[in-house]
Nanobody, 117 residues
């Protein structure tokens, strides 16, 4: 069982920055593939970025170099640094963890990000 807690969301003006944090309660964080998803009102949840257990990141095309995903295995923590935010980035951002088996996945409760124009 993996419990995930997100923090760092809030209200920011367009062009601003936020850093999201996901803290996992597990002794096996280093072998998890970790990801950030987001869900805007009336839209489906979509992948924002993935950081594999190897440390290799992958980003959705809409990120366009604005976001950076990272992880601290010693601290059981994943981050999403978001720069040059725009109103289209407004959504609830969720932390996701997938163990090596790939048969399960875990979700956090989400953190709201609101970008005003």
């Amino acid at each position: 069982q993996v419990q995930l807690v997100e923090s760092g969301g809030g209200l920011v003006q367009a062009g601003g920055s936020l850093r999201l944090t996901c803290t996992a309660s597990t002794g096996t964080f280093s072998v998890l593939d970790m990801a950030w998803y987001r869900q805007a009102p009336g839209k489906e949840r979509e992948l924002v970025a993935v950081i594999r257990r190897s440390g290799v990141p992958t980003y959705a095309p809409f990120v366009k170099g604005r976001f950076t995903i990272s992880r601290d295995n010693a601290g059981n923590t994943m981050y999403l640094q978001m720069n040059r935010l725009n109103p289209d980035d407004t959504a609830v951002y969720y932390c996701n963890a997938v163990p090596a088996s790939g048969t399960l996945q875990y979700w956090g409760q989400g953190t709201q990000v609101t970008v005003s124009s």
